[in-house]
C-alpha cells in the first residue's frame, strides 16, 4: 500500500511563484514513476510533469521552461517549482505515484489533490 501526502499550492497573482510538494510512504514497492497533474473545471487530469526513478523528465507542453520537477529517491518525494505562473495554471494539482511489486506488477496511486489558484 502505498500513501501520498501532499502540500503547498495556495493562491498567487499571475507572474509570481508558488511550489508542491508530495510524499510516498511505501511498504515493498518500488516507484518507476512519480508525477504531477492538473484537473481544471470540467476538464480531464493532465499531465504537469513527471520523473522517472532513474532521472527521465518530462514535462506537459504548457509548463515547458516554467515549471521544474525534482525527486529525491532517498525519501520518494517530488517537488514541483512553478514560475511565472498564469490563470491558466489554474486548478487542482494531484500527486500521481506508479508502484510496482512483483507480485502484483504496477499500480496508481493518486494523492488528494491541492488547489492552486492564480489570479490575474
Known amino acids: 500500500q502505498v500513501q501520498l501526502v501532499e502540500s503547498g499550492g495556495g493562491l498567487v497573482q499571475a507572474g509570481g511563484s508558488l511550489s508542491l510538494r508530495c510524499e510516498a510512504s511505501?511498504?515493498?514497492?518500488?516507484?518507476?514513476?512519480m508525477a504531477w497533474y492538473r484537473q481544471t473545471a470540467g476538464n480531464q487530469r493532465d499531465l504537469v510533469a513527471s520523473?522517472?526513478?532513474?532521472?527521465?523528465?518530462v514535462y506537459g507542453d504548457s509548463v515547458k521552461g516554467r515549471f521544474t520537477i525534482s525527486r529525491h529517491n532517498a525519501n520518494n518525494t517530488i517537488f514541483l517549482q512553478m514560475n511565472t505562473l498564469n490563470p491558466e495554471d489554474t486548478g487542482v494539482y494531484y500527486c500521481?505515484?506508479?508502484?510496482?511489486?512483483?507480485?502484483?506488477?504496477?499500480?496508481?496511486?493518486w494523492g488528494q489533490g491541492t488547489q492552486v489558484t492564480v489570479s490575474s
Open positions: 511505501v511498504t515493498w514497492e518500488t516507484l518507476p514513476t
Open positions: 520523473a522517472g526513478r532513474f532521472g527521465e523528465i
Open positions: 500521481r505515484v506508479e508502484a510496482y511489486l512483483t507480485r502484483t506488477g504496477n499500480k496508481l496511486y
